[in-house]
């Protein structure tokens, strides 16, 4: 979603606890057994800063910043976007006896306090994102807010002069530069930082668009909504916080939150680019395409959220879960990357891992499931080719049948199903749990 233009205010930043997160294998992304081989990228390095100290307490906050940590190095292992360096934050054009110099500044949410908060020095280092976590009133059933960071122009560092009949194409050749370097040469486009500059009677309109540099994460201290953060015991029974157990019942996973709202910063459901392959509810892009087989009804109404309860493999053993980045959770519930997670990050300009999946037997068309398409393969092969051979033997005959019964997991109507038992009444019970809303952007 597009956020309103941000004021060009100076605001006090707070002392920050910086944790830089390694490319390292998180216990969640541990038992990624199932990723084809890739050649070796540099990962998405994201950086961390806490302005408010503490985040929820100085008990709680070793559990938390760890779950949070932990998010963010799983997603820093998916991603594998190079990002190139922001510097210097000043670009310059000279042309037809015209001269400009062109300044910038970044702009992001303060997390604690919802302020604009601008950062001057409009330099970052390569592959690198950094995004603000921090702790308020939220409101409502929401549990985490976040955004992408700006660019906008500094007015400060702004100079030019010279013969006005080059002033167009001085100021062009210094947008054209800021472009290129804002941009970062990969990952989404966010929005367009937007001016203009004047000499004599000549106006050049400025539009640079820019990538990913910041962002912000706010996350509710408030479970009780009475305008007040709550005590450590009222936190301990609205968040989970450890995310190396099972979700306790009727809690909310900070991990799972987390990783939703840092996709966010990234550019899903809050950038330009996330505009340009939606319609609708509809999604255009290849690579979510080439698993759906079609962009129908994967959107949500408000167009910054995949729809609620789409469902799609987690990377991490290939079981079917709620894709992270529809807009609710299940209380007691946690959630991990799925192979849709990473096709809409691509889809906006990302380079992630590509997971596979081992096939079972009798999936004869490899879409994960063993149903009555499996089934018309086999007849279509039988005692003709190999292509409905679910043993292994180069053949397609009635043992691959049998094969093929034994794992069909689609309509009940085509094979005998056992009566419900203590699975089904778990499940059923399962999805009366309350939903917590919401993983909102702004």
């Given at each position: ?163 006005s009949g080059g002033w167009l194409g001085a100021v062009a050749i210094a947008e054209s530069k800021a472009e290129t370097a804002y941009k970062r040469g990969g990952g989404p ?31 509710d201290w408030d479970g009780d909504n009475n305008g007040a953060k709550d005590s450590d015991a009222q936190l301990s029974n609205f968040w989970h916080f450890n995310h190396t ?41 290849a690579q979510v395409l080439a698993i759906t087989g079609s962009g129908a009804n994967l959107i949500n109404s408000a167009g910054d959220h995949a729809a609620s309860g789409l ?132």
């Open positions: 979603m597009k956020s309103p233009r941000p004021s060009s205010d100076f605001a006090e930043q707070s002392e920050d606890f910086r944790m830089r997160i390694k490319r390292l294998f998180h216990v969640h992304l541990a038992a990624l057994l199932f990723l084809s081989a890739a050649p070796c990228c540099e990962a998405l390095t994201i950086n961390l800063q806490y302005p408010g100290s503490p985040l929820f307490s100085a008990t709680l906050d070793p559990l938390a910043k760890a779950a949070i940590n932990a998010a963010a190095s799983d997603l820093s292992t998916a991603i594998t976007t190079s990002l190139n360096s922001v510097s210097p934050d000043f670009y310059s054009g000279s042309s037809g006896g015209a001269n400009v110099t062109l300044g910038f500044e970044f702009n992001y949410r303060n997390p604690v306090t919802d302020a604009q908060t601008v950062i001057s020095n409009a330099t970052i280092s390569a592959n690198a994102v950094n995004i603000f976590v921090g702790a308020r009133s939220l409101g409502g059933n929401t549990l985490g807010v976040s955004s992408p960071g700006f660019v906008q122009l500094d007015n400060s560092q702004f100079s030019g002069g010279g013969n486009i966010v929005e367009t930082a937007k001016g203009s500059a004047s000499l004599g009677n000549v106006t050049a309109n400025i539009n640079v668009d820019f990538g990913i540099t910041y962002g912000s994460l706010a996350l157990t099972a979700v306790a019942a009727g809690k909310n996973d900070l991990y799972s939150v987390a990783l939703h709202e840092i996709m966010h910063s990234l550019g899903i459901g809050t950038s330009s680019t996330w505009n340009a392959v939606k319609s609708g509810t509809s999604w255009t892009g469902m799609s493999r987690r990377i991490s053993d290939g079981a079917q879960q709620e894709v992270v980045i529809d807009p609710t959770i299940t209380t007691g519930t946690r959630k991990s990357l799925t192979e849709l997670d990473l096709a809409f990050l691509r889809d906006i300009g990302h380079t992630t891992i590509i997971p596979s999946f081992p096939s079972t037997p009798g999936d004869f068309d490899g879409d994960g499931d063993v149903d009555g398409t499996d089934l018309q393969t086999w007849r279509n092969s039988f005692a003709a080719t190999a292509n409905g051979d679910a043993d292994s033997d180069n053949d397609s005959d009635g043992r691959d049948f049998l094969i093929w019964q034994r794992n069909y997991t689609g309509a009940t109507s085509f094979v005998a199903v056992p009566e419900p038992g203590a699975c089904v009444l778990i499940l059923t019970i399962a999805l009366t749990l309350p939903r917590r809303k919401l993983f909102h952007t702004r």
